[in-house]
């Protein structure tokens, strides 16, 4: 089975959201600044904490929630070129492969750790932080996707 892709920008980005908030210590870091925003909500309602304390609690939360939604994501994409790149990817019985224009490459399954579905991509891991996104635009219709999601399920055993 053969895809042809590009990236579209939003798509990615949400993506890279989804990426993110999916990571174990980001999403406790979330959990944390949440419970302490509720907690500085709770204490000012109390008058146990000053306006300048509650004040200092929500810019805190609100500078995280931009910098996980907007900032990290951007980052990454305006840092990565492969982004601005159209791909072929091949998938066989013992490895798939990445085509560009500029040249291919080629893994085992083995290669990778686990693959995660988000709405507009495969999420194919090969460690905790790096990753491949392969956009289910690029397959022709519903079923394509369909025998794809099988594929992975077939040949990424979790570790």
Same mark, same amino acid.
């Given at each position: 089975?053969?895809?042809? $892709?590009?990236?579209?920008?939003?798509?990615?980005?949400?993506?890279?959201?989804?990426?993110?908030?999916?990571? #174990?210590?980001?999403?406790?870091?979330?959990?944390?600044? *949440?419970?302490?925003?509720?907690?500085?909500?709770?204490? !000012?309602?109390?008058?146990?904490?000053?306006?300048?304390? @509650?004040?200092?609690?929500?810019?805190?939360?609100?500078?995280?929630?931009?910098?996980?939604?907007?900032?990290?994501?951007?980052?990454? !994409?305006?840092?990565?070129?492969?982004?601005?790149?159209?791909?072929?990817?091949?998938? /066989?019985?013992?490895? $798939?492969?990445?085509?560009?224009?500029? /040249?291919?490459?080629?893994?085992?399954?083995?290669?990778?750790?686990?693959?995660?579905?988000? #709405? *507009? $991509? $495969?999420?194919? !891991? @090969?460690?905790?932080?790096?990753?491949?996104?392969?956009?289910?635009? /690029?397959?022709?219709?519903k079923d394509e996707v369909f025998e794809l999601r099988k594929i992975f399920k077939e040949k990424i055993s979790p570790r």
């Amino acid at each position: 089975m053969t895809i042809h $892709f590009g990236y579209e920008k939003g798509q990615v980005l949400q993506a890279l959201r989804y990426h993110f908030i999916s990571r #174990p210590e980001i999403r406790i870091m979330i959990i944390t600044v *949440n419970v302490f925003a509720i907690g500085s909500i709770i204490l !000012y309602a109390l008058h146990k904490i000053t306006p300048l304390a @509650f004040l200092v609690g929500s810019l805190l939360w609100i500078v995280l929630m931009i910098s996980f939604w907007f900032v990290l994501p951007s980052m990454v !994409y305006r840092r990565s070129e492969t982004f601005r790149h159209e791909f072929s990817m091949s998938f /066989g019985e013992d490895q $798939f492969s990445l085509i560009h224009e500029r /040249g291919e490459r080629s893994w085992p399954w083995k290669a990778l750790s686990k693959f995660i579905e988000s #709405p *507009n $991509f $495969f999420h194919l !891991y @090969f460690d905790a932080r790096s990753f491949l996104l392969v956009p289910k635009s /690029g397959c022709k219709d519903k079923d394509e996707v369909f025998e794809l999601r099988k594929i992975f399920k077939e040949k990424i055993s979790p570790r």
